[in-house]
């Protein structure tokens, strides 16, 4: 896959991504006009999963917990939850922070299962496809499922 295909795209932040009504979760279903575009990667996050194992979606938690008034820190933490064919729970906490401080003023991370791979943190973005990929390769590699 070409190195440009890993990270965001303005394409990755206007997609609209829709969830069935039958996933808990704590964002709409569906993208409206207006809507935050992290909700969109939320959501694209468990779509692209499901596709990527494949699975069912369970559920899709977004969180912010770390904002500051002057945005100079801000971070975002997405838990899609799914289920494989095999009954088998997968879940896959990605988490975004942009700060204003060194080393890294931009950093992310994923971990499927808690366990964090070798692939699963760097300091630019990965778009939903490409998280949902270290997802699968982990389960299939690291944890041999």
Do not use: K
Request: charged fraction near 25%; hydrophobic fraction near 40%.
């Amino acid at each position: 896959m070409p190195e440009d295909r890993l990270w965001f795209s303005p394409y990755d932040w206007s997609r609209s991504y829709v969830l069935p009504e039958s996933v808990a979760c704590n964002i709409p279903h569906r993208g409206s006009l207006g809507s935050y575009g992290a909700w969109n990667v939320a959501r694209g996050v468990l779509v692209e999963l499901c596709r990527a194992l494949p699975a069912t979606p369970v559920s899709l938690l977004y969180d912010e917990p770390v904002q500051r008034r002057d945005w100079m820190r801000i971070a975002i933490r997405i838990t899609a939850h799914a289920r494989r064919a095999d009954g088998q729970d997968v879940r896959v906490i990605y988490r975004s922070e942009r700060t204003d401080a060194e080393p890294w003023p931009e950093f992310w991370s994923v971990a499927v299962n808690g366990f964090i791979p070798a692939s699963g943190g760097d300091v630019r973005r990965p778009s939903p496809p490409w998280i949902a990929h270290i997802a699968a390769a982990t389960l299939r590699a690291e944890l041999g499922r």
